[in-house]
């Protein structure tokens, strides 16, 4: 380690760009607010990309000629606070920042990402109220999630996943002064709280059980036979291996289940994914950064940074592999029907990281965060395209009103196409490879795995379906909307879109074996088993991927191309799934009556009836009718009388020498003569 | 416990003075007229000023002594505002009854 690469700097400049747009920013020119809400992410990106240049040149294949080259940066490189955080006895917690493997592809992603969206919020907010507030949120936004991903111990991601949680609701009810955007900023942050629950959980389980939330200190309670220096008596020194001294797999297995909620809730994973439909209230590329791109994906970042935790513990690691398969399903089902352009995208992206948790349930970590990286690209591109057609359409987000609009926004359109191309799992897109890597990986798990492998591959089909049969409806046919005042795009809004479009292409390219080996020293080296699948078990897998996806780009155009009927008709001959599916299988309903109604039943008629206005508004009562009618008793000694005071003056002194007289004063008369 | 030169006893002093403070406070509780009062207040004044005196003469101490002028350059000035009120009370109100001056009452 000898350069220093001023980590600290890369969450603090957002924070610098926040303060000062939150606190100046209305009284700022607008160009010069723009200007620090973009300086603040560029420079993160520029120190993120220094560091990764400073760590890559450690690959001896960069630099044939000259010989190995010396590592400028060794992983896990640390920076720490020099005064500790928290220092209570036992408990000692660092601001400390770690950059490996996993926390640099993650914050290339965060940066790079969140940078892009930047320069696209600047053409799309261009016209809205409230200019510097929403940067100002955005950038406080990259603030905690780079802490988040850069956290060298729990706590301080927890820092950091409280604060994205903040951020998202604050830019979910940007708009405030709608009803339904301000409830579904709460929906948000209320359902995250049930997450936050099971992860503050596993943090005390953590702490009690390891003595220390730092990652690196836990991770080596893991590692099999440490070695421990012992000085013998003589002065000698021998090396002991200590065997590790891990709790018991059940502990490990609670410990991973309390950060699997924690990791559902800000994922947005059954059975706490229903926030995140309703996030699309927020504006367009708060969409794609937070609820798509990067925050929604921190519990996969998660597990996998604590892989340590639930390869000790398989069964927690199955129920991970479950609820993701189960999430990718349902969500995906539930996009079938949707007519909002941005539901359909939120259900995709809550599918999307139902993969990812696949991934890390059948333990390839790796494959995991090759997909989110690749979703990321895509998934992002997804809703700026899309932000791109509701701004074009004046705020239309109706997919039933769109069509025909491939001839209006021909980049727009061009790069929408890749996307959906990109999701659909067609070869050489990014997420053919990041998908192939997950379903091939399931694959070879077992029979367990062979059913997650499935559902991934039926998932793969209904993917491919519904985002073409967006594609159409918004792209294609006649336009059916009434009200036509195209916007035109700007090029802050384009660039953005081509690069992103640029990065879903090739972002795949790498190949996930490249991916997994590069993270195999922070996420684990993939299961044996899909390093040992043989070629052919793989081409032909890669195959059966890619037909599903043609099958759903067939429906979906058999479907949807032409002004057809046919779609109505489906959804008449099967009333009952339809309903189903266009009401998201009633969960909201049902929550609401299982959840919300009883609770806030419970809070108004028990809590807010029987103790509050009963039992303390009673006691509030008691003590005041106690110290009214006191007073009512003594107003009648306040006569105004001077010799009824005079009477009692006396009575009292009468009292107080009579007190004396019978028990003395306690005080040394004579003594204090005599002085 | 024989008094110096005389042969009158320490207690017969401090009697005499229970007995004025005693006077003092009947007379204040139980006199209307207020320049009646304000002379049992006096009262009370030197029946405390004769036991200092006399304490301060059974110990040789001067210090008893010293108090009672403090006591009596009070009383003076108290005497000098205490009869500007009851003259101001009487201009406002044209009487001296204390019982019809209440207006101490909230």
Known sequence: MTESLHLWLVPLLPFAGFLLNGIFGSQLPKRLVTTIGLLAPLGSLLLVLNAAAAALITAPETCPQCGPVTASVSFPYIET?????????????????????????????????????????????????????????????????TVLVLAGNVLLMFVGWEGVGLASYLLIGFYFSKNSAAAAGKKAFIVNRIGDFGFLIGIFLLLANFGTLTFSQIAARFLPGRAVRVVLQNGAVMLVHAPAHLPSAGILTAICLCLLLGAAGKSAQIPLYVWLPDAMEGPTPVSALIHAATMVTAGVYMIARTHWLFDNAPKALVFVGIVGAATALFAATIALVQNDIKRVLAYSTISQIGYMFLACGVAAYSAGIFHLVTHAFFKALLFLAAGSVIHAMGGEQDLRKMGGLWKKLPVTFGTMTIAVFTIAGFPPLAAFYSKDAILSAAFVHGASGRILWFIGLVTALLTSFYMFRLWYLAFFGESRGEHHHHHSTPLSMLAPLVILAAFSICGGWIGIERIAAYLAPST???????????????????????????????????????????????AAAHPAAYQLLANKYYVDEFYGAIFVKPLLATSKYVLGWIVDFAILGGIAWLLAAIASLGGMILQRWQSGNLRSYAAWLALGAAVVLLFVLLHGTGFDFALAVRR | MTFLHHDVPLSWYLLLSAVLFSLGIVGFLIKRNLITVFMSIELMLNAVNLSFV???????????????????VVSAAEAAVGLAIIIAVFRARATLSVDRIDLMKL
């Open chain 1, 81 to 145: 606070f020099s005064r500790p955080w928290i220092d209570l006895g036992a408990l000692h917690v660092d601001f400390s920042f770690v950059l490996d493997q996993l926390s640099l592809v993650m914050l290339l992603v965060v940066t790079g990402v969140g940078f892009l969206i930047h320069i696209y919020s600047v053409g799309y907010m261009g016209r809205e109220e409230g200019y510097a507030r929403y940067f100002s949120f955005l950038n406080l936004f990259l603030f905690f999630m």
């Open chain 1, 524 to 570: 684990g080296a993939l299961p044996s088993a899909v390093a040992e699948a043989n070629p052919q078990l793989e081409f032909v897998l890669s195959s059966l991927a890619v037909a599903v996806a043609l099958i759903g780009w067939i429906i979906a155009h058999l479907l949807y191309c032409e002004k057809s009927k046919r779609p109505a008709q489906l």
């Open chain 2, 54 to 72: 006399t304490f301060a003469y059974q110990w040789n101490a001067v210090k008893g002594q010293i108090f009672v002028f403090f006591v009596m």
